[in-house]
């Protein structure tokens, strides 16, 4: 069965950088990419990005191009997203998706990152 | 950047009652629409992709419709555990995707 297991919650200083691992199973993992949303504390949902695992190929939301990164290792099946400069407003569960051609059909477990100093 | 928003943002219902839960977008997003379900403490769940086909395991009480910028999540009869909180996607654009703000169905 198709699993996304993310990596343990996060505690940050402002400045700072987190990088949220998702390790996928049960599935070829080259045949679908990955999203990563967030969600602060009490609001909604915000979609941050895409990764190709064929090609590495990458596209993220505009507000946060320069602060992050997303990649993948196929030999571990792991995607990974790494977010630099933490500010206070970047507390919030990031998830990764599997990317099924026109929709995101399994989800990771969350991560919690809290920035505080 | 295509903005989703829906409506109401709060929607109360007693158990067995239709749900109708709207999303409209800024600009045609033609029928690359997704909904998801989210309950407290859990990642989102895929209900409906495409506006109108259900994922794998989603019950026939839910259905979707609409293309263009208006679309309906509709639940022909609310079980308990369907309150929750139901979010739109579009992905007209991909790979770039966003969000609509929300709608909560809560027990009436």
């Known amino acids: 069965q198709v699993q996304l297991v993310q990596s343990g919650a996060e505690v940050k200083k402002p400045g700072a950088s987190v990088k949220v691992s998702c390790k996928a199973s049960g599935y070829t993992f080259t045949n679908y990419g990955f999203s990563w949303v967030r969600q602060a504390p009490g609001q909604g949902l915000e979609w941050m990005g895409w990764i190709s695992t064929y090609n590495g190929n990458t596209n993220y939301a505009q507000k946060l191009q320069d602060r992050i990164t997303m990649t993948t290792d196929t030999s571990t099946t792991t995607a990974y997203m790494e977010l630099r400069s933490l500010r206070s407003d970047d507390t919030a569960v990031y998830y990764c998706?599997?990317?099924?051609?026109?929709?995101?059909?399994?989800w990771g477990q969350g991560t919690l990152v809290t920035v505080s100093s | 950047e295509i903005v989703l928003t829906q409506s109401p943002a709060t929607l109360s219902l007693s158990p067995g009652e239709r749900a109708t839960l709207s999303c409209r977008a800024s600009q045609s997003v033609r029928s690359y629409l997704a909904w998801y379900q989210q309950k407290p403490g859990q990642a989102p769940r895929l209900l409906i992709y495409?506006?109108?086909n259900r994922a794998t395991g989603i019950p026939a009480r839910f259905s979707g419709s609409g293309s263009g910028t208006d679309f309906t999540l509709t639940i022909t009869s609310l079980e308990p555990e369907d309150f929750a909180v139901y979010y739109c996607q579009q992905r007209s654009n991909w790979p770039l995707a966003t969000f609509g703000g929300g709608t909560k169905v809560e027990i009436k």
């Open positions: 998706a599997r990317e099924a051609y026109d929709k995101s059909d399994y």
């Open positions: 495409h506006a109108s």
